[in-house]
């Protein structure tokens, strides 16, 4: 062997021999990683007895956070980045495991959040080897291609093939998932790769994340574009939680009286107080406007309703301003600029002269005051159901300027004004069933001390797995509020169907087929068995005396609640 051969291969004094397990452990806390949420199986037993070393040790590693469902796993994971901009890991076991995360990483994708999801994968080896196949389940959970489940909504996937690549493939595998555009990846741990031992040293990762940035050359032309435009729109759909996007779109918006729709949003993009705030409905605006800047949108727009300017140009703007997730996708993109979305209002701002834009300004104000005007009168309105809006307005003043609302079909944006980026989480347009009660146990989890409610649907509700949901919350002691807007319908599929027979049978049928929930479970009681505070509203006036008792319960006593409220089934 050469000197050269023999320096590579000599190991640092301080390495250590560890099991591929206990090193999944170790690279993860070395990313930052803060806990690893996890539904274990029997593929688990290394990890199990990396996390009993580091007890004993003293190394970092993530706090384990045990999920008995799958789905909430992902959902906690989700709402924890949202919550803190940081990547998260999930383990979960075999194939079983992997096919209840699906949808989970489908809503991951598609709010470009990084996750590194890993599973076992059953043992190769009937006997001989630490960790062979030992169970009937061993054969029964095998697969062709296990990976093949997940591969379309991740961004990169590998498998565990020797001890000695586990580092590596941590390292690499979060600064995928962490670089422009940001999203779920996958790695599978076979049982008995899991079992080796191999040498190990701590070190740095030095995998930095990649940060998409646009071209100088296609930033000024937009800037020119937008500058020169008379009827210039932005339309935004997430910029607000991350890297100060709420603020700089707020107050580029303003400085040069730009109007901004949030079409769908998956987060608030702009304060809804704001005099450049459009609302939620594109028509009006897009019809007129010279220049639309799309600020990371999937879909911006409705092809079959809302209709363009004649000459219109359209610049398309995002960590991936085309958005390859999304297969078919016919929107214009006149100019595209590839760039963090609070990057890209920064550099047009900094582009842009400023201009009096006075005239323009005030016939924006006062057109959105009176938009303003008719929501606030619309959730002003009392009546027996309450409505949607009214609900969701009572919510937004109990979390005030601190607090946190995660809506999955539950407080609708356009009646939480006051709130800022990091106050409003919806369900992502994946349209993934029951994200919205483990993603508040995530942001939850991220300050125990904050308000967090849960706005979900009956449905939505439902779909959640509730019982697994309220057990995480009383056994990690997360002191979360839970409001099931009970409209006894799934509101989504009725919608639908009307659009599309507006004048058909179904719509002239006294309970519209496939869409009841009646007779609807006592949620209450589902929460109950948890030990959870509830209450169940059907009357306005009591509707506030619930909120307040609720966020007593949650800051004195420290124990979760749920109230359910009946509302309209049609608004």
Excluded at 460 to 487: D, G, R, W
């Amino acid at each position: 062997m050469s000197a050269a051969a023999t320096q590579v291969a000599r190991q640092p004094d301080d390495a250590i021999a560890a099991t591929a397990g206990e090193i999944f452990l170790r690279r993860l806390a070395a990313n930052g990683v803060d806990y690893l949420f996890a539904n274990g199986g029997t593929d688990f037993a290394p990890v199990i007895e990396g996390f009993a070393h580091a007890r004993i040790a003293g190394f970092a590693v993530p706090t384990p956070v045990l999920v008995p469902h799958e789905t909430a796993a992902l959902g906690m994971a989700h709402g924890y980045y949202l919550a803190t901009g940081k990547a998260q890991a999930v383990m979960v076991h075999t194939n079983v495991g992997l096919a209840n995360c699906v949808m989970g990483l489908l809503n991951a994708a598609s709010d470009q959040v990084p996750i590194l999801l890993a599973s076992g994968i059953t043992p190769a080896t009937e006997y001989g080897a630490l960790g062979h196949r030992n169970s009937p389940i061993n054969w029964g959970q095998n697969m062709r291609d296990q990976t093949a489940m997940v591969r379309e909504p991740v961004k990169w996937d590998a498998t565990l093939s020797a001890p000695e690549q586990m580092a590596s493939l941590v390292d690499r595998g979060m600064a995928i998932a962490t670089s422009s555009p940001r999203g779920p990846i996958y790695l599978g741990l076979p049982r008995e790769t899991l079992c080796g031992v191999t040498t190990y040293h701590e070190t740095p990762p030095r995998n930095a994340p990649a940060r998409a940035a646009p071209h100088a050359d296609d930033m000024a032309q937009a800037a020119r574009l937008l500058d020169a435009a008379e009827r210039p729109l932005i339309v935004a759909f997430r910029v607000g939680a991350r890297d100060g996007g709420f603020d700089r779109l707020t107050d580029f918006a303003e400085k040069h009286a730009i109007p901004v729709v949030e079409f769908w949003p998956s987060q608030l993009s702009i304060a809804g107080t704001s005099p450049m705030h459009a609302g939620f409905d594109p028509t009006e605006d897009l019809a007129a406007a010279d220049v639309v800047l799309v600020l990371d949108s999937i879909v911006p727009w409705l092809p079959h309703r809302h209709g363009f300017a004649e000459g219109a140009t359209v610049i398309q703007a995002g960590p991936d301003p085309h958005q390859r997730e999304a297969p078919l996708r016919g929107f214009a993109v006149d100019l595209a600029l590839t760039g963090e979305s609070a990057d890209v209002i920064a550099a047009l701002d900094a582009a842009m002269p400023t201009r009096n834009r006075g005239a323009r300004f005030a016939e924006l104000s006062a057109r959105n005051a009176k938009r303003r005007a008719a929501l606030d009168a619309q959730a002003a309105q009392t009546r027996d159901p309450m409505s949607a809006a009214s609900v969701s307005r009572a919510i937004a003043a109990l979390v005030g300027d601190h607090g946190c609302i995660v809506s999955e079909l539950g407080v609708k944006p356009e009646f939480v004004p006051t709130l800022r980026g990091d106050q409003f989480y919806q369900n992502p347009i994946s349209g993934g069933l029951g994200w919205g009660l483990p993603a508040a146990l995530g942001v939850q989890l991220a300050d125990r001390e904050r308000l967090v409610v849960a706005t979900v649907g009956d449905g939505s509700y439902m779909f959640s797995n509730p019982v697994a949901c309220h057990q995480i919350a009383e056994a990690h002691k997360l002191p979360l509020l839970t409001v099931v807007y009970n409209n006894g319908i799934w509101g989504a599929v009725r919608g639908s169907t009307l659009g599309i027979y507006p004048h058909g049978h179904a719509a002239q049928a006294n309970v519209m087929p496939i869409t009841s929930l009646e007779p609807l479970p006592d949620f209450c009681k589902v929460a109950e068995a948890s030990r959870a505070w509830t209450a169940r509203v059907a009357q306005p006036d009591a509707l506030q005396d619930a909120l307040a008792e609720a966020a007593r319960v949650i800051r004195e006593e420290r124990r979760q609640a749920l109230i359910e409220v009946r509302v309209a089934a049609h608004g």
